[in-house]
């Protein structure tokens, strides 16, 4: 029987620092704290998972640099028991990098990302038929130069390597990022043959469709229908809707942290991920996986990096 999560894709370091506001150009805002932590779909999910306290294994699979970034993700990696051994090391290129500036007041936050090695990771040395991994997690899509790209049949490397999961008898779950690409849309909709559970925000849904959505269910079922296997889900910072291929629909509104406990934003939609993959690792239903994802997300806006304000499930020792 499979069990446990493997996460590909982005590994980063995240320099988060609190700023007293967004400055204009030209203009100086002063930094009031500083923190390294984890940072990218995959790191931030598999890290929320350990501070969840999962009992399943945790794998992680990317490409980092060899230098002190990349031996700090490593690190941290061993801290929360997170098998590395799928972490490529590159010679040429560096460990990927964001500079998060959040605004203290608010807890909205602006990046400034070095691409890094993350851009050359191809996944072409991962072999399927080595883990017993119940999902396949790929993130963030327009972050991963490599995967994004189109072979000379056509498709992206990315949809060889969800597939290549799939057939390996794994759950493909795919996240991506809110970035401007001239491809965005075909990228996406390359993989979703190969999807089984797809996760986005408003504004990445809009950008497959090449519109700005009016309403989530709507939107979720036209991206459904484009080729994602057994679920869209769709997530604001309001609320989520999930649309399955069934086509049952499950709506939840988000946590209602007060304001003044918001410290930052950053990282929320992979807590919500995290949230939502360990129920359905662990067989429930999509009700409980949405419940599950808005609570992790809501513990995650006390805390300025992505996982600093996850706490352990309930009932999980």
């Not at 809110?178 to 559970?197: C, M, Y």
């Amino acid at each position: 029987m499979r069990e446990g999560i493997l996460a590909a894709g982005n590994f980063i370091v995240d320099r988060v620092k609190v700023i007293d506001g967004y400055p204009d150009q030209d203009t100086l805002a002063n930094i009031l704290s500083e923190t390294a932590s984890n940072g990218g779909g995959p790191f931030n999910v598999l890290t929320d998972l350990a501070r969840m306290g999962v009992k399943y294994p945790l794998a992680a699979a990317g490409l980092i640099g060899d230098d002190a970034d990349g031996q700090w993700i490593l690190e941290r990696c061993g801290e929360e028991g997170i098998d590395a051994s799928w972490l490529g090391r590159s010679g040429e290129l560096p460990t990927s990098y964001t500079d998060v500036m959040t605004v203290e007041a608010t807890g909205r936050r602006t990046f400034f990302h070095q691409r890094g090695a993350n851009g050359g990771f191809t996944g072409e040395e991962l072999n399927f038929e080595g883990t017993n991994a119940r999902i396949f997690y790929l993130g963030y899509l327009m972050l991963l130069d490599e995967l994004d790209s189109f072979g000379e049949d056509g498709r992206t490397i990315a949809s060889h390597l969800l597939e290549r999961a799939g057939e390996a008898g794994m759950m493909t779950a795919v996240d991506l990022v809110s970035a401007s690409h001239e491809k965005f849309g075909e990228i996406v909709r390359n993989s979703l043959p190969f999807t089984d559970v797809l996760f986005l925000n408003e504004i990445e849904a809009g950008k497959i469709l090449g519109r700005e959505i009016s309403g989530l269910e709507g939107a979720a079922r036209k991206i459904l229908d484009q080729g994602v296997r057994k679920m869209v889900v769709l997530h604001t910072e309001k609320a989520a809707v999930v649309v399955t291929a069934e086509g049952e629909v499950f709506c939840q509104d988000s946590v209602k942290v007060p304001e003044g406990e918001i410290v930052g934003a950053n990282g929320a939609g992979d807590a919500f991920a995290a949230g939502f993959l360990h129920v359905v690792h662990e067989g429930g239903g999509v009700a409980v996986a949405l419940e599950l994802a808005v609570a992790v997300a809501g513990q995650s806006l006390r805390a300025a990096t992505p996982s600093g304000g996850v706490e352990r499930l309930r009932g999980l020792g």
